[in-house]
């Protein structure tokens, strides 16, 4: 049997087995080395990558803004420490549970609980955001009874800070977390859930120069989520910090001028509201830029609470609206200068010339009675500008034209916005046509239209700003002004506005503005003694209440250039001759500090007559009478 051909059957089945067990071996020890060779060298730190991510937890670090300076180096935003406190990732339930337990030791309500938890429903991956703005005493308790909040971490951040507070707030803005509208918008494409960014004003603005890139730092935690420690800075990605922003503003100027609104409240008896800007006609700096009433900027840091936001926005006063550069007013007599520059560079009068129509309280033009606020006779363009005479500037606006008047004002850059580095800014409405008029009112305009506007009234609506800015070209010899600019920046600023005057013509328009803040002018108790100082007052018709004053004034040493165009409007202020001394005291508080000059705070002959000091030696208060403008025989009319 032994050798029998189902013996060597056997022998060889077995054989074949035996190699395809071991070729099968191979095999398998093969894979496993091979699988032992990736895990342990090719893939290493990959594998040691999830599994350090299994324990490791990645929290975003905020970079610190850039600090914002005024001209003088003084800072106007900077970076503080801040507290923010967070807890790991869970169930909804056990969130629920630890932020109740932090309650009492964090002093918040129900409602913050909530919008904690909205957070966490936005970016469940991370650390939920329990406060922003932990206090320092809360801080305290809480790392000295770490063990009891095993989950809970407390993060230092740079919190930001406005030390002019509310004087800056329509300036700077704030910053917030940003909204899910936000990131769906193209300049956001590249910023996260939970990224803070400016939400108005300069910080908005200039989110991009002043925000900087975050960072990320790593929490070890263990099996159960808890919190075993904080891995050293250097295993992140350290945040790369905003840059500076260096103003032209001045900031003791800012806040003079808030302390100048908070004077013409106590002068009217009541709350007050209105916008006041001036600029550096050399190189358009805005120097200040200030609406009133306002609001606390450091309130919206670390996140406003929802009781204090719905105080501001539904504040009748609405202290959230920039008055300044956002909102529009009938500009009223203000406008004569740009009309005034218009009619010069157009040749349709000459400095000298008396208009053929006396003004005798008023005068008639297709079929249209346009009254004047006083009798003020013949009068050239001069005395027009000094007595703000209404029916002067009737005529030169019918000398020019209803048509040719929109279509030059818009070349001279009277529409539009000033190009105010600001995304507040509003632009004024100047029309471009008769047929702008019509589609804007209803109606074809008649050529008697052009009294309203000439005198700025009607359809034309101007900033504060817009009427500084308008005013800069008087204030230069080239009749040019620049983009008016808060941020000091390589970015070119463009000419807005080339009223093509000579320097000649420019000069007669500054003799009637030196006329209307002198004896018998419509400002003459805003005289500002020791300075080239000149204005023009403005009272804007309001069918909802009191007129609004207007006053823009000019200020420069008595030997030199002007150095500072300011507009100020306060809304119901009755006229532009009861506003325009705290448009002279800005100008005398700049001019003072600029020139290295004792600071004189009731310099303006208005200041001096409501305190009952005397303008100047040898003049006493009752003396004042005679500085005041004649208004003929309608007495008691106001000077616009």
């Known amino acids: 049997m032994y050798g029998s051909p189902r013996v060597e059957q056997t022998r060889g089945w077995r054989a074949s087995r035996g190699r395809l067990a071991r070729v099968a071996l191979v095999v398998v020890l093969s894979g496993l080395l091979s699988a032992l060779y990736i ?40 970076n503080v420490v801040g507290y923010e406190v967070q807890i790991m990732p869970a169930s909804e339930d056990s969130i629920r549970a630890r932020i109740a337990r932090l309650a009492p030791v964090l002093q918040i309500d129900s409602l913050a609980a909530e919008i904690a938890l909205r957070r966490w429903r936005r970016q469940q991956h991370l650390p939920v955001t329990v406060t922003r703005d932990a206090a320092p005493a809360a801080v305290v308790r809480l790392q000295e009874r770490r063990h009891q909040y095993p989950e809970v971490m407390v993060n230092e951040y740079p919190k930001r800070q406005y030390s002019a507070g509310a ?3 329509n300036i700077v803005g704030y910053v917030a977390e940003i909204s899910e509208g936000e990131l769906a918008t193209e300049r956001f494409q590249r910023y996260e859930q939970g990224r803070w960014i400016g939400k108005t004003g300069l910080e908005r603005e200039y989110e991009e120069h002043l925000g900087g890139e975050p960072g990320v730092r790593y929490l070890e935690i263990d099996a159960r989520g808890r919190i075993e420690s904080l891995q050293p800075e250097e295993l992140g990605i350290p945040p790369i910090p905003g840059r500076d922003l260096h ?10 001028v808030a302390e100048l609104f908070r004077d013409a409240e106590t002068y009217f008896g009541h709350p007050v509201r209105g916008g006041f800007a001036a600029i550096d006609p050399q190189n358009g700096g805005v120097l200040a830029l200030y609406s009133h009433p306002t609001y606390d900027p ?4 670390g996140g406003i609470d929802q009781e204090t936001f ?14 300044a550069s956002g909102t529009r007013q009938p500009p009223a007599s203000t406008f004569k200068l740009p009309l005034s520059a218009m009619a010069l560079n157009l040749g349709v009068i000459t400095p000298d010339e008396y208009m053929p129509i006396a003004c005798s309280g008023g005068m008639s033009y297709q079929n249209r009675y346009a009254r004047c606020w006083g009798v003020h006779g013949r009068q050239n363009l001069r005395l027009g500008i000094k007595n703000s005479c209404d029916v002067y500037f009737y005529q030169v606006g019918i000398r020019i034209g209803l048509r040719r008047f929109l279509e030059t004002g818009t070349a001279m850059g009277f529409g539009g916005r000033t190009g105010l580095d600001l995304p507040t800014e509003t632009a004024s409405i100047f029309p471009e046509s008769p047929e702008e008029m019509e589609r804007r009112l209803g109606y074809r305009p008649p050529e008697n239209e052009i009294m309203s506007l ?10 504060p700003l817009k009427i500084a800015q308008l005013l800069v070209p008087l204030s230069r010899a080239d009749g040019k002004a620049y983009a008016p600019r808060l941020a000091k920046t390589d970015r070119p600023q463009p000419i807005v506005n080339d009223f093509n005057i000579g320097k000649d013509q420019i000069d007669v328009l500054r003799e009637g503005m030196r006329m209307v803040t002198s004896p018998g002018g ?45 507009t100020i409007l306060i809304e119901q202020g009755l006229h532009g001759s009861d ?31 409501r305190r009952g000091l005397a303008a100047w030696p040898g003049l006493a208060p009752t003396q004042y009478d005679n500085l005041l403008p004649d208004r003929g025989p309608r007495a008691g009319a106001a000077p616009r």
């Open 39 to 78: 895990l342990q060298v090719e893939a290493a730190d990959e594998y040691a990558l999830v599994a350090r991510q299994n324990r490791l937890r990645p929290v975003p670090v905020r970079a610190p803004r850039g600090t914002i300076y005024d001209r003088h180096g003084q800072v106007v935003a900077e």
């Open 167 to 169: 004087a800056v707030s």
């Open 247 to 256: 103003l032209h503003l001045d900031l003791d100027l800012q806040r003079f």
């Open 298 to 301: 450091n309130l919206f840091v």
């Open 310 to 323: 719905d105080r501001l926005n539904q504040d009748p006063a609405k202290p959230l609206l920039e008055r």
């Open 454 to 463: 000439s005198i700025g009234q009607g359809l034309v609506t101007m900033s």
């Open 522 to 566: 419509t400002a003459a108790l805003t005289q500002l003694l020791g300075w080239d100082f000149m204005g023009k007052t403005g009272t804007a018709q309001n069918p909802h209440g009191d007129d609004h004053g207007w006053f823009v004034g000019i200020g420069g040493p008595t030997d030199g250039p002007p150095e500072i165009v300011a």
């Open 579 to 609: 506003v325009s001394g705290w448009v002279g005291n800005a100008v005398n508080f700049y001019l003072s500090r600029q020139h290295g000059k004792e600071f004189v705070r009731y310099a303006t002959l208005r200041e001096r007559y």
